[in-house]
T-cell receptor, first 109, second 115 residues
Framework: KNEVEQSPQNLTAQEGEFITINCSYS?????LHWLQQHPGGGIVSLFMLSSGKKKHGRLIATINIQEKHSSLHITASHPRDSAVYICAAFYFGNEKLTFGTGTRLTIIP | EAGVTQFPSHSVIEKGQTVTLRCDPI?????LYWYRRVMGKEIKFLLHFVKESKQDESGMPNNRFLAERTGGTYSTLKVQPAELEDSGVYFCASSQGGVPQETQYFGPGTRLLVL
């Protein structure tokens, strides 16, 4: 059974703090999506990565294939970063995504 | 370029009724996916079209769900008859095709409530 697990489920932080959201998965993953969903909004793809690290603005995603773990970091967090962050994996041979349960992030001004 | 659109944005129906959800993928995208999130659970895959063909429908919960993509453009997902446990948010996503495991672009979702 393919599983993608995220932690924490909920995270509240002060504006400016460094944020880390974790995602772990079972073997056979070929790529991982990080997605964002603002309250009442649609799902937006932030990153897709299969190795190493990617950076876009204040967002950084890393993946360690051997440890079966990925992290999403937000530097200098801002209230507009408040959203649900979801990791989703592509397993080898599959075109469908397997999703984690999401992390609800709230940044307090 | 227009993104993935879904219609309706919300639907409230009674148990036993029929509902049809529509998804318009990004123009030119061959791959179209349906996903669903029920209350408190993770988003789960329903099915995948490549053009008009069903590539993978392993996530369809039962035969009350029927998906079509006639002509390989927009897709519909019909639930007939709807049950209480069908309530949730139905997402559609599309990707261009031709390359395995591409970035998928999601629509805003249809929020379905079955009473």
């Amino acid at each position: 059974k393919n599983e993608v697990e995220q932690s924490p489920q909920n995270l509240t932080a002060q504006e400016g703090e460094f944020i880390t959201i974790n995602c772990s998965y079972s073997v056979g993953i070929s790529a991982l999506h990080w997605l964002q969903q603002h309250p009442g909004g649609g799902i937006v793809s932030l990153f897709m990565l299969s190795s190493g690290k990617k950076k876009h603005g204040r967002l950084i995603a890393t993946i360690n294939i051997q440890e079966k773990h990925s992290s999403l970091h937000i530097t200098a967090s801002h209230p507009r970063d408040s959203a649900v962050y979801i990791c989703a994996a592509f397993y080898f041979g599959n075109e469908k995504l397997t999703f984690g349960t999401g992390t609800r992030l709230t940044i307090i001004p | 370029e227009a993104g993935v659109t879904q219609f309706p944005s919300h639907s409230v129906i009674e148990k036993g009724q029929t509902v049809t959800l529509r998804c318009d993928p990004i123009s030119g995208h061959d791959n179209l996916y349906w996903y669903r999130r029920v209350m408190g659970k993770e988003i789960k895959f329903l099915l995948h079209f490549v053009k008009e063909s069903k590539q993978d429908e392993s996530g369809m919960p039962n035969n009350r769900f029927l998906a079509e993509r006639t002509g390989g453009t927009y897709s519909t997902l019909k639930v007939q008859p709807a049950e209480l446990e069908d309530s949730g948010v139905y997402f559609c996503a599309s990707s261009q095709g031709g390359v395995p495991q591409e970035t998928q672009y999601f629509g805003p979702g249809t929020r379905l409530l079955v009473l």
